[in-house]
């Protein structure tokens, strides 16, 4: 069936370094959401992507929809202890009304 | 405006009880879903809704019934609690149906249920 994947499953950080994560999915997806939830929160809503190859920043996040519109990323410049949390992409599934969630990436910043 | 409530926080069941999770919206949104997040699996759709009086299965329904009477209400029923239904709950509501041509799939999720059963 349909799948999301995203890596890595989780990474240690020191403040200030770069990060960045993964989502690939096993069938074209007409656009793509990447949320952050803090721990012990829910998840929050960062970003859409729609066309093929797009790039989007927001500040120090820039996210990227692929090509073939089967994978995405998201990288942090520089982060923050305020960057802690686990990141999810979500796309829609097919058949619609439905969303996808990759397994989420959770970050921890060594301050 | 308060957004997604889900009430309560924090529920302990003991195997075979039953009970509602209790979820609303004032944001007018049509669609709504309840997900559970388990470690390591990121959040799986139990039921959605895409109206009052329409609602369906998501990946994960068994265990769980659904009702949609109004447009701000979307209560999760757990019919006979399971130690394997202990998992944070969320709901989440909608300006689109998340249909693929959508403009925004963005969805606005509650502050979350953490159930366990024991």
């Known amino acids: 069936g349909q799948q999301v994947m995203q890596i890595p499953q989780y990474q240690h950080v020191q403040e200030g370094e770069d990060f960045t994560t993964y989502c690939n999915s096993s069938?074209?997806?007409?656009?793509i959401q990447w949320y952050k939830q803090r721990p012990g929160g829910h998840p929050v809503f960062l970003i859409q992507?729609?066309?093929?190859?797009e790039v989007k920043k927001q500040k120090r996040l820039t996210f990227q929809f692929g090509e073939a519109k089967k994978n995405s990323s998201l990288h942090i410049t520089a982060t923050q202890t305020t960057d802690v949390g686990t990141y999810f992409c979500a796309g829609p599934r097919t058949g619609g009304f439905k969303t996808i969630f990759g397994a989420g990436t959770r970050l921890f910043v060594k301050a | 405006n308060a957004g997604v409530t889900q009430t309560p926080k924090f529920q302990v069941l003991k195997t075979g009880q039953s009970m509602t999770l209790q979820c609303a919206q004032d944001m007018n949104h049509e669609y709504m879903s309840w997900y559970r997040q388990d470690p390591g699996m990121g959040l799986r759709l139990i039921h959605y809704?895409?109206?009052?009086?329409?609602?369906d299965q998501g990946e994960v329904p068994n265990g769980y019934n659904v009702s949609r009477s109004t447009t701000e209400d979307f209560p999760l029923r757990l019919l006979s609690a399971a130690p394997s239904q202990t998992s944070v709950y969320f709901c989440?509501?909608?300006?689109?149906?998340?249909?693929?041509?959508?403009?925004?799939?963005?969805?606005?999720f509650g502050p979350g249920t953490r159930l366990t059963v024991l």
């Open positions: 989440a509501s909608s300006s689109s149906k998340l249909r693929s041509g959508s403009s925004t799939n963005e969805q606005f």
């Open positions: 992507l729609v066309k093929s190859g």
């Open positions: 809704s895409v109206g009052a009086g329409i609602t």
């Open positions: 069938t074209t997806l007409s656009n």
